[in-house]
């Protein structure tokens, strides 16, 4: 069974750093891309960023890119995303979401985390 | 940037059919993704590349897509099935994954 556990998550004052990690199991990890998706409670999905399998390549949503990244260790099978200079705008519910397919990147996510909670306030 | 426009909201009575659509320039061009998210749960794949289901997704579930909009159709709705539901695709012209707003499914 795939199962995906985030962790890191956390209260963290504004212009603070934070890593995320994601542990996986149940598939070989190296041969998917993982994306990070958050939310803010009762609001809608907002994808955050995809690493492919190699952690050749990697994109990020305009509104984190130059102040998170996100990367993986596929011998350890764990995804991460550090997180810096933090707004409160970052607070939201991360999930960490493995594609579907074997292919580079963009496909649908067919397993998904339980979500790790990050709260930017002072 | 690239949108994806859903209804906030679509009600049907037990039984009936549910269509909720996902509007998109040009987006049956490009394959669509459904997911279903119920409060203080995480999102699950209910079909994927516009029409094809994943293990265990009831086929009550079924998508399709064409020109400007894709459809994700619930038929026999049943009172489990009230959820939020988003749909997704990969923007290639950008490299990023676009989200729809959601659409909450009431069963009346």
């Known amino acids: 069974e795939m199962q995906l556990l985030e962790s890191g998550g956390g209260f963290i004052e504004p212009g603070g750093s934070l890593r995320l990690s994601c542990g996986a199991s149940?598939?070989?990890?190296?041969?998917?891309?993982m994306s990070w998706v958050r939310q803010v409670p009762g609001k809608g999905l907002e994808w955050v960023s995809v690493?492919?399998?190699?952690?050749?390549?990697?994109y990020y949503a305009d509104s984190v890119k130059g102040r998170f990244t996100i990367s993986r260790d596929n011998s350890k099978d764990i995804l991460y995303l550090q997180m810096n200079s933090l707004t409160a705008e970052d607070t939201a519910i991360y999930y960490c979401?493995?594609?579907?397919?074997?292919?580079?990147?963009?496909?649908?996510?067919?397993?998904w985390g339980q979500g790790t909670q990050v709260t930017v306030s002072s | 940037s690239y949108v994806l426009t859903q209804p906030p909201s679509v009600s049907v009575a037990p039984g009936q059919t549910a269509r909720i659509t996902c509007g998109g320039t040009?987006?049956?061009?490009?394959?669509v993704h459904w997911y279903q998210q119920k409060p203080g749960q995480a999102p699950v794949l209910v079909v994927y590349?516009?029409?094809d289901r994943p293990s265990g997704i009831p086929e009550r579930f079924s998508g399709s897509n064409s020109g400007n909009t894709a459809t994700l159709t619930i038929s026999k709705v049943e009172a489990g099935d009230e959820a939020d539901f988003y749909c997704?695709?990969?923007?290639?012209?950008?490299?990023?994954?676009?989200f729809g707003g959601g659409t909450k499914l009431t069963v009346l």
């Open positions: 979401a493995k594609d579907r397919d074997t292919l580079a990147y963009g496909d649908s996510f067919d397993s």
């Open positions: 690493i492919t399998g190699s952690g050749a390549l990697t």
């Open positions: 590349d516009d029409d």
């Open positions: 997704h695709v990969w923007h290639s012209a950008t490299d990023h994954v676009v």
């Open positions: 149940g598939f070989t990890f190296s041969r998917h891309a």
């Open positions: 040009n987006i049956g061009s490009t394959s």
